[in-house]
Nanobody, 122 residues
Framework: QVQLVESGGGLVQAGGSLRLSCAAS????????MGWYRQAPGKQRELVAD???????NYADSVKGRFTISRDNARNTVYLQMNSLKPEDTAVYYC????????????????WGQGTQVTVSS
């Protein structure tokens, strides 16, 4: 079992910045991919960005050039630096960890954090 704890959400004016953090704990040998998803009211959850253990990143078109994802493998922590925030970025942001191994031969199911609210005022 892996637990993900997010922090860093809040209220910010349009054009401002926020930094989200997500720390994974539990029986972890390795985590291949960590990422951030978001869900706005009345909308489906969508991928914001993810990053592999070797640093390959993937971004939604709507955040390219504004958001930066990074991770610290030693701490099993992933970050999302969000700049030039827009009101349409308002959502609950969820951390995700996938392809988790508890040992060389033991794989675990994907894990989700509880979510952190990001609100961008116009």
């Amino acid at each position: 079992q892996v637990q993900l704890v997010e922090s860093g959400g809040g209220l910010v004016q349009a054009g401002g910045s926020l930094r989200l953090s997500c720390a994974a704990s539990g029986s972890i040998f390795s985590i291949y991919v960590m990422g951030w998803y978001r869900q706005a009211p009345g909308k489906q959850r969508e991928l914001v960005a993810d990053i592999t253990s070797v640093g390959i990143t993937n971004y939604a078109d709507s955040v390219k050039g504004r958001f930066t994802i990074s991770r610290d493998n030693a701490r099993n922590t992933v970050y999302l630096q969000m700049n030039s925030l827009k009101p349409e970025d308002t959502a609950v942001y969820y951390c995700n960890a996938g392809a988790i191994r508890a040992s060389q031969a033991t794989w675990l199911k994907d894990s989700w954090g509880q979510g952190t609210q990001v609100t961008v005022s116009s």
